[in-house]
């Protein structure tokens, strides 16, 4: 059975840094792209950052420069560093692996930041 328990968040000033965490199981490392995505109040979801097994990453061009994703197969764990936060980050942040065709997701984690 596949799980994702994000971890992390909360409530943060504007310019500060705050990282969220997610652990995940049931899956094979080593063919799962991992990564986050957000939706904020009446908007979309939308992909902030991914990372393939290789290590190879990608981000949303809103966060490229403030956000870093990683990822420790160890122990299961897909990590987003966020820093220099703006208002328009907050949002519910969202983990989620790819396994082939299926997308797996966690629950979901509030992010917000004040101005």
């Known amino acids: 059975q596949v799980q994702l328990v994000e971890s992390g968040g909360g409530l943060v000033q504007a310019g500060g840094s705050l990282s969220v965490s997610c652990a995940v199981s049931?899956?094979?490392?080593?063919?799962?792209?991992m990564g986050w995505y957000r939706q904020a109040p009446g908007k979309q979801r939308e992909l902030v950052a991914s990372?393939?097994?290789?290590?190879?990453?990608m981000y949303a061009d809103s966060v490229k420069g403030r956000f870093t994703i990683s990822r420790d197969d160890t122990k299961g764990r897909v990590y987003l560093q966020m820093n220099s936060l703006k208002p328009e980050d907050t949002a519910v942040y969202y983990c989620?692996?790819?396994?082939?065709?299926?997308?797996?997701w966690g629950q979901g984690t509030q992010v917000t930041v004040s101005s």
């Open positions: 989620a692996v790819d396994q082939g065709p299926t997308r797996y």
């Open positions: 990372i393939t097994y290789g290590g190879s990453t």
């Open positions: 049931g899956i094979v490392f080593s063919i799962s792209v």
